[in-house]
């Protein structure tokens, strides 16, 4: 049996030698930069033009699940799309870059840095900035009717192991496009901020 580093390393390679830019989001970037956890998948911010999906999926056929027509489908609507990773039956979620100037921020601020995906193996990726991982998990949490323990438990942790550090001023700014900024208030003063 294969480990989500070894799925992640292949995937990576694939998007290196195809030159698709990409960003790791969710629960391992707010791992990354704050306490760790066990997550069921991998979020992947990726920039795959509509050219590029046949041969992206076609890269990964021996060893993932990726079906081009689903990802084709998926993307058109905005949506993400997963693939699986046969050797370690891990799921990577691959959600479309949006043409928002947040997330086109966003990307921009994305950082190369190693990461312990499964607690094993290191594995370099680029992955979403101590900011942007708070923004995008306070957003989830609305999504999800403010009722996750789990996404709120990654929010506090992210913020009392890196929260020293943060830009307040980008937080607010983008928080208040995301349409979150009472969550994050709530979130700096349950931390003491």
Request: aromatic share 10%; glycine share 6%.
């Given at each position: 049996?294969?480990?989500?580093?070894?799925?992640?390393?292949r995937?990576?390679?694939?998007?290196?030698?195809?030159?698709?830019?990409?960003?790791?989001?969710?629960?391992?970037?707010?791992?990354?930069?704050?306490?760790?956890?066990?997550?069921?998948?991998v979020?992947?911010?990726v920039?795959?033009?509509?050219?590029?999906?046949?041969?992206?999926?076609?890269?990964?056929?021996?060893?993932?699940y990726?079906d081009?027509?689903?990802?084709?489908?998926?993307?058109?609507?905005?949506?993400?799309?997963?693939?699986?990773?046969?050797?370690?039956?891990?799921?990577?979620?691959?959600?479309?870059?949006?043409?928002?100037?947040?997330?086109?921020?966003?990307?921009?601020?994305?950082?190369?840095?190693?990461?312990?995906?499964?607690?094993?193996?290191?594995?370099?990726?680029?992955?979403?900035?101590?900011?942007?991982?708070?923004?995008?998990?306070?957003e989830?949490?609305r999504?999800?009717?403010?009722?996750?323990?789990?996404?709120?438990?990654?929010?506090?942790?992210?913020?009392?192991?890196?929260?020293?550090?943060?830009?307040?001023?980008?937080?607010?700014?983008?928080?208040?496009?995301?349409?979150?900024?009472?969550?994050?208030?709530?979130?700096?003063?349950?931390?003491?901020?």
């Open positions: 049996m294969s480990t989500l580093a070894e799925g992640l390393s995937l990576l390679s694939v998007l290196g030698r195809m030159e698709i830019p990409y960003e790791i989001g969710g629960s391992v970037a707010s791992s990354a930069h704050g306490i760790p956890r066990t997550t069921f998948d979020d992947i911010v920039d795959l033009k509509p050219d590029q999906i046949d041969n992206f999926a076609a890269e990964l056929q021996s060893d993932f990726a081009a027509q689903q990802i084709r489908e998926a993307f058109a609507k905005d949506r993400p799309a997963n693939i699986i990773h046969l050797g370690s039956i891990w799921k990577f979620d691959l959600f479309p870059l949006r043409k928002d100037e947040y997330s086109r921020t966003e990307f921009a601020r994305r950082t190369l840095r190693e990461i312990r995906p499964d607690s094993g193996e290191a594995v370099e990726c680029t992955i979403a900035s101590m900011e942007d991982t708070l923004l995008r998990k306070l989830w949490y999504a999800g009717e403010e009722s996750s323990e789990r996404q709120w438990s990654d929010l506090r942790g992210v913020w009392r192991a890196t929260g020293a550090r943060a830009n307040l001023e980008y937080l607010r700014k983008w928080s208040r496009f995301l349409k979150v900024a009472d969550l994050l208030e709530r979130l700096l003063a349950e931390t003491g901020n």
